[in-house]
């Protein structure tokens, strides 16, 4: 049996196996993740992540809707995050242009921790939520970043028939270890106290309520 990687529950059980590795599911946040033991090793997750970190045009896209989104409810110059991966200087000239400032963490290519340690009105997650080894505290960070009535944007491709797993090439890429549901979304919304909304099959929104001082992981929100 292995503890979720998300909510912490030992409700889980194998789902899916191939030749290279075994996925488990969670019986209650609904998260499938992949066994440990298959894990890439460092080198080679790099030489994929480089392969794969040149996608700058959705990037820019997603960042601009949710400033435009951010602007209509705050019309003070803002704040952001791109987070886990790193978009061209010309779109943060843009947004410095529109009269805001976008700070860029990448645990590879910018592993600056001190902006980690500062709170965003926007945070832009682009196709890294399906690389977190550990969810949990990917989770916690990100609402102990984000400013009271503040937005998340996160791009990941969501799993919308169970029973099509096996043929979904979204899975054959071993970067991929954490795989998410709508159910998924709906829990850790709910027991952060998170507004959600699903723009797409594959962008989630989700605004910090104002006034909200959640700095904590999901598993003590729940236990709370």
Request: net charge positive; aromatic share 10%; hydrophobic share 35%.
């Amino acid at each position: 049996m292995r503890r979720c990687p998300l909510c912490s529950s030992d409700k889980t059980g194998p789902f899916y196996q191939d030749r290279k590795r075994t996925i488990h599911r969670c019986k209650v946040c609904m998260l499938l993740f992949a066994d440990a033991s298959s894990y890439l090793p460092p080198d080679a997750e790099l030489s994929k992540y480089r392969a794969a970190n040149n996608k700058h045009k959705p990037m820019q896209q997603l960042i601009s809707s949710l400033v435009t989104q951010v602007e209509q409810l705050n019309p003070n110059p803002l704040l952001g995050l791109n987070f886990g991966r790193l978009v061209n200087s010309s779109t943060i000239e843009a947004l410095r242009q529109r009269g805001h400032h976008l700070l860029q963490y990448d645990p590879f290519f910018a592993a600056d921790h001190s902006l980690l340690k500062q709170q965003y009105d926007f945070i832009s997650c682009y196709k890294v939520f399906e690389h977190f080894r550990l969810p949990s505290k990917e989770w916690q960070l990100l609402c102990s970043i984000l400013k009271p009535g503040g937005w998340i944007a996160i791009n990941t491709q969501l799993i919308t028939e169970l029973n099509g797993f096996a043929k979904w090439h979204h899975k054959n890429n071993l970067t991929h270890v954490s795989f998410y549901q709508r159910a998924t979304f709906q829990y850790l919304a709910q027991h952060a106290g998170f507004r959600l909304l699903f723009a797409s099959n594959d962008l989630i929104l989700v605004q910090k309520p104002p006034g909200s001082g959640i700095t904590r992981d999901p598993s003590s929100l729940i236990s709370s």
